[in-house]
């Protein structure tokens, strides 16, 4: 306990220069105007950025990515709030009460709300992730093949699942996503898989590039085709957080901040997911329950600190286990493989200064988000005055060197327009896009793992199943594929309740 | 299989008509067939180590198999639903403010820069041609006056001209990126 807070401090200290506060500075600002600027995600947001940082020092190119990712999904919320149009995926739920309060002349407490409950939200997430990533960490060394097999199949089916929309289509996407995965070269004998003589093709798809294609590219289209926004708010009251608010709803900032840090652990669901499941407890909870989507500070309390705990939640299963907890969690995790850290169990061995490292960002990249938020309100409002037609080009510029930055191959630029091309397609019929990306994220770790355990076990799938922790993982994997057929989850539904009414029948 | 109505997790998300998720499944069943038909005609190198489990082959002919099931289960969801019902062709109401012209337009100016400018053009040349021509077309309107016209042309280049020299010293000079 003592050890480790005292490398906390020297990697805090080791933080305290002008050159890194400055980055620090920078990049939460970027992050914040990202997530304010509808059209512009924060997967986007670390994905370019990973591009554009990768000739710098390892330790700041990956501050500069947390700052990002923490700033980009609290930004989202001011274009909720004030223009009813969430910035990010992540802040839709904060348009229900977050707009009302702000039609209400009431902007300036709606974005106070949003600043104390995401600052809170993910101030509540990092003590989670001191404390439960080396828990975690050490569980999942006793892990072999079998469970990491089931941890792939259990990421792509609970994505599919819960990510939103249909849960059917997001398994098709996951699986479509594990599949692209497989193109190029294969570990075994080196054969060049769907690649049919093309060179670039036989080194398969680039994480990056696919990221940047689905989230920048799609974005970029479905703004322009999309009608135009307009800020409808301009006055702004007291922007301050007021005590009173945070006392009086500390139980939801509480349980918002719990969900949100677990949905943040569960594989590649993320920030909307853990806003929306948090607005749903809190509403269920509530005294006031008929506020809720009519400006209602408690919606907007649990919205906001569920997103912002679901941030550091996400980077959990990143350090333990090497799977996403979410889409930007997917970009920071191929930005650390790429600065040569190696995430999963044996990172806490191997390099054990990152995680702390990365616990001392999150709190640098919270504060310096508390900072902007309290202070820059003009200016982000002046930023979401930009039209569409002005800022998108820029953004595709910006997509395309992102894509070409790191191989510095044309060939990448071309993987980002087909991804950003189909991605467009793939959302317009509902598929959720988080399950794609961490099949592309998964392919690698679910084939290894699935073959190395064949060979093992001589062909035989028993060890599978029979193992405790395959077992579970494997049971819990059919339970969410079974709830996901309704007429399955009805049978669930009709025999747990019957359990429970035997159970309360007198003997 | 059959239900009354498709179900939507979040409140933004509305469903789609059946026919259109008919389509979808014959698209990703046939994706799946070919992905299986791939995977079958690879090596499968048995001669090497004596066994089946590395063939290069297995798994993604494995992940066809699952996305053919999964696009029969979504094309048996679709007629459950009245994708085959005469009469009963549910369309989407067109959505306010959402435009297909657009889309055709970025689309085609965003083919146009990736494609057919970068690696041909100087990099901040192909940016500042790109940027101009994006903000131009989509700001142009047919009853402006000429002066206003000319203000927008003219503020157009001046962003198109700025963006490219500033992409260019940012990631070159700040960054160190190679620009494509």
Redesign the interface.
């Known amino acids: 306990m003592l050890e480790g807070l005292s490398q906390f401090g020297s990697a805090f200290a080791g933080f305290m220069t002008p050159g890194t506060l400055f980055n620090v500075l920078w990049a939460t600002f970027l992050g914040i105007v990202i997530g304010a600027l509808p059209g512009l995600t924060a997967t986007m947001g670390v994905a370019l950025m990973t ?3 990768f ?2 020092g390892r330790d700041q190119a990956i501050l500069v990515l947390v700052c990002v990712y923490v700033g980009a999904i609290y930004g989202g919320s001011r274009s909720a709030i004030l223009l009813n149009i969430p910035g990010t995926p992540a802040s ?1 739920c904060s348009t ?1 009460d977050g707009f009302p309060l702000a039609r209400q002349g009431l902007a300036g407490r709606a974005m106070g709300i949003s600043t104390s409950g995401s600052w809170l939200g993910t101030l509540f997430g990092i003590v989670c992730v001191a404390l439960f990533t080396p828990l975690l960490a050490e569980a999942a060394l006793s892990f072999q093949s079998y469970e990491f097999f089931w941890i792939g199949v259990f990421g792509i089916v609970i994505a599919g699942t819960l990510a ?3 849960p ?2 997001g ?2 996407a996951g ?2 996503g ?2 692209i995965a ?1 193109i190029g070269q ?1 570990p ?2 080196n ?1 060049h ?2 690649a049919y003589g093309w060179a670039d093709l036989s080194g398969g798809i680039g994480l990056l590039p696919a990221l940047v294609g689905v989230f920048g ?1 799609a974005e ?2 479905t703004a ?5 926004y307009r800020v409808t708010s301009k006055a702004v009251d007291s922007i301050l957080p007021r005590l009173a608010d945070v006392w009086k709803y500390k139980r939801t900032i509480f349980r918002s901040g719990a969900i949100g840090t677990f949905i943040g652990v569960l594989p590649g669901l993320g920030e ?1 997911t853990a806003a ?1 499941s948090s607005y749903a407890a809190a509403r269920r909870a509530s005294q006031e329950k008929e506020k809720f989507g009519k400006g209602s500070v408690e919606g907007l309390m649990a919205a906001e600190t569920g997103e912002s705990a679901c941030v550091p939640g996400a980077i959990i299963p990143v350090l333990t286990l090497a799977v996403p907890g979410s889409a930007p969690a997917a970009a920071l995790m191929a930005a650390i493989m790429i600065h040569d850290f190696k995430p999963g169990p044996m990172l806490m061995i191997e390099t054990p200064q990152l995680f702390y490292q990365i616990v001392a960002m999150l709190v640098i990249a919270d504060m310096a988000k508390l900072a902007f938020g309290l202070t820059l309100v003009r200016p982000l409002l002046w930023i979401l005055l930009v ?1 569409r ?2 800022l ?3 953004i ?3 997509c ?2 992102g894509a ?2 790191i191989t ?1 191959r ?1 060939f990448d ?2 993987v ?2 087909f991804f ?2 189909v991605g467009f397609v793939m959302r317009e ?2 598929f959720p896009m988080a399950p794609l990306i961490l099949g592309l994220v998964l392919g690698e770790l ?2 290894q793992n ?2 190395r355990g ?2 093992i076990s ?2 035989s799938v028993a060890p599978f199943f029979t193992r405790p922790v395959s077992g579970v993982l494997a049971a819990i994997t059919i339970f969410a594929i079974l709830w996901s057929i ?2 399955a989850q009805r049978k669930i539904k009709a025999g747990v309740r019957g359990l429970f009414g035997r159970g309360r029948r007198p003997a | 299989m059959s239900e009354p109505e498709a179900q939507s997790v979040l409140p933004h998300e509305a469903p789609l008509p059946p026919r259109v998720d008919l389509v979808t499944a014959a698209v990703f069943f046939a994706v799946g067939i070919a992905i299986v038909y791939a995977s079958w005609r690879m090596p499968t190198f048995y001669e090497q180590l004596q066994q089946t489990y590395t063939a290069p082959g297995l798994v993604p002919a494995l992940y066809g198999i699952v996305i053919v099931l999964l696009a029969i289960w979504l094309a048996a969801r679709a007629i459950g639903r009245g994708a085959l019902r005469r009469g009963d062709e549910r369309t989407r109401a067109p959505r306010e403010g959402y435009s297909n012209l657009r889309l055709a337009l970025a689309t085609a100016l965003c083919l146009a820069f990736a494609v057919g400018m970068v690696g041909r053009l100087t990099f901040w040349l192909a940016t500042a041609i790109f940027v101009f021509l994006f903000i131009l077309l989509f700001e142009w309107r047919k009853d402006q006056p000429w002066r206003e016209r000319a203000i927008r042309i003219a503020s157009a280049a001046l962003i198109g001209g700025g963006t490219g020299a500033a992409v260019v010293l940012v990631f070159t000079r700040l960054f160190l990126v190679r620009l494509p």
Do not use: C, N
């Open positions: 591009t554009l940082t000739t710098m839709a229900l939103g929309g249909d059917l289509k398994y098709i699986f479509l594990l599949w497989t294969e075994h004998y054969y898989r769907f590219v970029v289209l322009m085709r999309g009608p135009a909307d929306w039209p037609e002005r998108m080009p820029i595709f510029v910006l395309t060197v070409f930055a510095q044309v630029i071309y980002m327009l950003g091309l019929l509902k679910l084939e699935l073959t064949l060979v001589s062909g309704p007429p």
